[in-house]
């Protein structure tokens, strides 16, 4: 074997274990900091959909879960607008944090909530093929 081609050799094995050390490193790294990222994302690469027995619908098409399982509430209020709430979807695709981000009037908030309530299956919000804790805000609207 000449000096050149025995240099070749070690070149290739040399550039071999380093991009297998590299894939290694990066593998457990992105591994570890799925495990234990508590980050909340407002920009994600596939944002969550809602899952239920009839179909998947995304954050674009959530009003149409919304109106069909809205109810009004018994009030004399005469209360038009929207109640903005938030919650976070996380990696399992349940929710937490379920707040009012704006209330509207008593009675209609709390029917708006329950709409939320009824949400319970989601796939989560996707960065780098791995899925995180996702921010959603969704408007419920109540209008004659």
């Not at 894939?23 to 994600?44: A, K, P």
């Not at 179909?55 to 959530?62: A, G």
């Not at 009037?105 to 949400?119: H, P, R, S, T, Y």
Request: glycine share 4%; proline share 3%.
């Amino acid at each position: 074997m000449n000096q050149s081609s025995c240099k070749y050799q070690i070149s290739i094995l040399l550039i071999s274990m380093l991009v297998s050390i590299a894939s290694e490193l990066y593998s457990q790294d992105f591994h570890n900091i799925d495990q234990r990222d508590t980050t909340i994302y407002l920009s994600v690469d596939s944002y969550p959909k809602l899952i239920t027995l009839e179909r998947e619908y995304e954050i674009s098409n959530l009003s149409a879960f919304v109106n069909q399982h809205l109810k009004w509430p018994r009030t004399s209020l005469d209360c038009e607008g929207r109640v903005f709430i938030s919650f976070i979807v996380e990696k399992n695709g349940s929710l937490s944090n379920k707040k009012f981000a704006k209330r509207l009037c008593e009675g209609f908030d709390e029917k708006a909530m329950d709409v939320i309530d009824l949400m319970n299956t989601w796939q989560p919000g996707i960065i780098n093929g791995a899925p995180v804790r996702t921010l959603v805000t969704i408007p419920i609207k109540f209008s004659l």
